[in-house]
């Protein structure tokens, strides 16, 4: 596997597309995750359990796309590593770039270096934000709760007794969301409608597999902001036991959806922020190699 080889094939169907008009970003992630069991099965490994992943956004996607996953294996370190690039397959346009890490020891394969473009732009990919994870009741009493409590369903295990690899977004984003929080689209006072899109994002999941049943309940913070772009953090706990489960740093691109094009983050944006950052989460602590 020098090079990259197809692994995966999907199309875009309406079920994948969000509010902003294009494939969810949940869907970027199914697909690479399905190239991940792919190459494990070529392999001849048992089901992998997937440690981290790391995603970089290109070009949206829209309706009716047809798509496919090139992958190859990353050579050295001391787990295995996998690169993907899922592309449109009319026109060749890079929808999105991925590095899984696998609870696996590396294995002996060709040469192969991540090019530029698939590259961590922001994030750092030697952090654990589970390992340096605030605790539940911190997330609690700081009343930055994202979504409401609720238990682990059929929708998230896609009907078996645990959380697939290929569906721990609906881990943590899953679930009604807090009547405090902000929707999703915004409108302007001159009607321009904004949102943010995710341009980068990295996920650390917890080794032992997440059960049907079990209670859980999200939480987000903001840890800094830019002209046009956001970072957060957030965190899917088990409220039984406390343990973070699942967590996400990403960082978020300000999105004119009239204009389909990035914007500076509105003075209400700022606003609604001001005091309310907590750069103490950012991931820190080097993850174990």
């Known amino acids: 596997m020098s090079s ?143 979504r409401k409590p609720r238990l682990i369903d059929l929708d998230d295990t896609l009907g078996a007794d645990t959380v697939p690899a290929t569906n721990y977004g609906s881990v943590l984003w899953g679930g009604e969301r807090m009547e405090n929080e902000a929707s999703w689209v915004r409108v302007l006072p001159d009607g321009t409608r904004y949102a943010f899109v995710v341009m980068e994002q990295r996920v650390w999941f917890r080794h032992t597999p997440v059960a049907l049943g079990t209670p859980v309940q999200t939480f987000r913070a903001s840890l800094e902001a830019g002209e046009k772009i956001g970072r957060d953090i957030a965190w899917s706990f088990n409220t039984e036991t406390g343990e973070p489960i699942v967590a996400s740093e990403t960082i978020d691109l300000c999105f004119n959806l009239t204009e389909r094009r990035s914007m500076a983050l509105p003075a209400e944006i700022r606003a609604q922020e001001d005091g309310g950052y907590h750069p103490e989460f950012a991931p820190g602590l080097k993850a174990v190699r």
Request: proline fraction near 6%; aromatic fraction near 4%; include cysteine.
């Open 4 to 146: 990259l080889v197809v692994t995966h094939q999907s199309t875009v169907d309406p079920d994948q597309i969000d509010d902003l008009g294009h494939m969810n970003v949940r869907y970027y992630g199914m697909n690479a995750s399905a190239a991940t069991q792919a190459i494990c099965e070529r392999l001849g490994l048992p089901r992998p359990t997937i440690l981290s992943t790391y995603t970089r956004h290109h070009h949206e996607q829209m309706e009716g796309n047809e798509l496919e996953v090139r992958s190859a294996i990353i050579p050295g370190g001391s787990r295995l590593r996998i690169y993907h690039e899922l592309r449109n397959r009319g026109d060749d346009d890079l929808a999105a770039t991925f590095v899984h890490e696998l609870e696996h020891p590396a294995i002996d394969a060709p040469m192969f270096e991540v090019p530029h473009y698939g590259a961590p732009r922001s994030l750092d990919l030697d952090t654990d934000a589970l390992a340096t994870a605030p605790s539940l009741t911190q997330v609690r009493d700081l009343g930055l709760a994202n």
